[in-house]
């Protein structure tokens, strides 16, 4: 069974940073592009970041991009997203989604995870 | 970046009849390997996103068969052939041909 557990989430001060985590089970993840999704609490999704399977391809939303890093430690099966600079439009719950693999042409944004909810508020 | 246009982004449906979603994109989703990756997923207030058709018109395992998708290139359709309470809730469109991946607004599915 797929998994994905997020965490990291939590109440922080404006410029300040965090980490969140998203471990991985049920799959092969080291062979699976990953995604991060972000959604304000009663608003649309907003995808935010991806990486492919050995984080030698990296994207980023514009509204991210400079201050949010992608990251995966495949020995872990774990991904990351370390978030800095925070401002208070990146208050949102942050989903962690399973995406694509080429070599098997999967099925992308087939997994999501929980989510894991950041606020940014003094 | 590839946009995608949902209407209507908001539809009140009575019990038992139909329902249905377009969605637009601003460039064909036709992939290099040739699917077209163009998802539909449901979301109840409190849950994460519920993926329900992946490439189109796939249901994902465990999904009713009242619901179906349809299109090509640009154009695609949800439809929910016979509403039932459980369907309520908000239903997006997604393509994951290319990155950055991108949403449509969202449509609020509710109950006359």
């Known amino acids: 069974e797929v998994q994905l557990l997020e965490s990291g989430g939590g109440l922080i001060q404006p410029g300040g940073s965090l980490r969140l985590s998203c471990a991985a089970s049920g799959f092969s993840f080291s062979s699976y592009a990953m995604s991060w999704v972000r959604q304000v609490p009663g608003e649309g999704l907003e995808w935010v970041s991806g990486?492919?399977?050995?984080?030698?391809?990296?994207y980023y939303a514009d509204s991210v991009k400079g201050r949010f890093t992608i990251s995966r430690d495949n020995s872990k099966n774990t991904l990351y997203l370390q978030m800095d600079n925070l401002s208070a439009e990146d208050t949102a719950i942050y989903y962690c989604v399973k995406d694509y693999n080429a070599q098997v042409r999967s099925i992308p944004l087939d997994y999501w995870g929980q989510g894991t909810l950041v606020t940014i508020s003094s | 970046d590839i946009v995608m246009t949902q209407t209507p982004l908001s539809s009140p449906v009575t019990l038992g009849q139909p329902a249905s979603i377009s969605c637009r994109s601003s460039?064909?989703?036709?992939?290099?390997?040739?699917?077209?990756?163009l998802s539909w997923l449901h979301q109840r207030p409190g849950q994460p996103p519920r993926p329900l058709i992946y490439?189109?018109?796939n249901r994902f395992s465990g999904v009713p068969d009242r619901f179906s998708g349809s299109g090509a290139g640009t154009d695609f359709t949800l439809t929910i052939s016979r509403v039932e309470a459980e369907d309520v809730g908000v239903y997006y469109c997604v393509q994951a041909t290319e990155f950055p991946r991108t949403f449509g607004q969202g449509t609020k599915v509710e109950i006359k």
């Open positions: 490439k189109i018109s």
């Open positions: 460039q064909s989703l036709i992939h290099s390997d040739g699917n077209t990756y």
């Open positions: 990486m492919n399977y050995n984080g030698g391809r990296i």
